[in-house]
């Protein structure tokens, strides 16, 4: 299965693994039934079955209660919260997000990259559910459980998401400069430390380091920080006249006059208070 998934055949990978389950099943064999079981719900995802992979999650999580294997309960809510945010059910994915979240805490709680991937799917999911506030709660758990982590990526995510929402949903725009300054100078640590310029961490510390000055830059130049918004947009490779171009207010057209109404020859009133005739009638 995993031969023909490499190939890019996913109908014959399909096949394979559910055979591999039924055979699981067959010998009562419960960790080849949890591997058929995710590499089924990932197919079923990649193919946008998502009713099929979530009922694969569940299905998993049954077979891990049963074996008590909770420390291995915390992946599969994630996941199946995930699930359900692409479902649009938002409901069911902060509930299975939170059960994640607990999980991790009783079983992996060493795992700080995990912990924070889970609070900021949850609070992407609380926002869906119009909870500006809890949502942020969220992201600053998230970021305090980064500074902790030794995972970079994610310490710039944290900052970086947080950031959008304080600045796009919250209109926060001080504490959101604050942020994407701290999510500056952090990229720029993470590039001047890495052994080799093209390494993965530092692509992806100049990557978000462009995201930031971009975002940066309409922040500095409300506060007629021109010079600085320069140099942000300078360092992100952006013209600062686009950035300009794109923050700039829309202009609204002017309103529409109707053109004025011709009252019919038999009104010789405006407003007309004949109730009988018939030409008025006609005209509202």
Aim: with cysteine.
């Amino acid at each position: 299965g995993t031969s023909l998934v490499n190939m890019g055949q996913l109908e014959q990978a399909f096949a394979c693994y559910d055979r591999a389950l039924h055979l699981a099943e067959e010998v009562e064999y419960v960790p080849a039934q949890i591997d058929a079981l995710l590499m089924l719900k990932w197919l079923f995802q990649e193919v946008g079955a998502l009713s099929n992979a979530t009922r694969c999650c569940e299905e998993v999580l049954t077979l891990l209660a049963a074996v008590n294997d909770l420390p291995a309960t915390g992946q599969v809510l994630l996941e199946l919260g995930q699930l359900h945010a692409l479902q649009e059910d938002w409901e069911q994915a902060t509930l299975r997000l939170e059960e994640a979240h607990k999980a991790v805490l009783e079983h992996r709680a060493e795992e700080k990259s995990l912990q924070a991937a889970i609070l900021l799917e949850l609070a992407n999911a609380t926002l869906e559910l119009a909870d500006p506030e809890g949502a942020l709660a969220h992201h600053e758990a998230a970021l305090d459980v980064a500074k902790t982590s030794d995972d970079d990526e994610l310490k710039l995510r944290t900052r970086h998401d947080m950031a959008m929402l304080l600045l796009h949903c919250l209109h926060r725009d001080d504490d959101a400069r604050k942020l994407l300054e701290e999510m500056i100078g952090e990229s720029r640590q993470i590039q001047s430390s890495a052994a080799e310029p093209t390494s993965r961490a530092a692509m992806h510390a100049m990557e978000m380091e462009g995201r930031a000055c971009i975002e940066l830059c309409p922040l500095l130049l409300r506060a007629d920080a021109a010079a600085a918004a320069a140099a942000a947009a300078e360092r992100a490779g952006v013209p600062i006249v686009a950035i300009e171009d794109l923050h700039a207010p829309k202009q609204q057209p002017p309103p529409r006059t109707p053109p004025p109404r011709t009252l019919p020859p038999q009104c010789s009133r405006s407003p007309c208070t004949q109730r009988t005739c018939a030409n008025h009638a006609a005209l509202t």
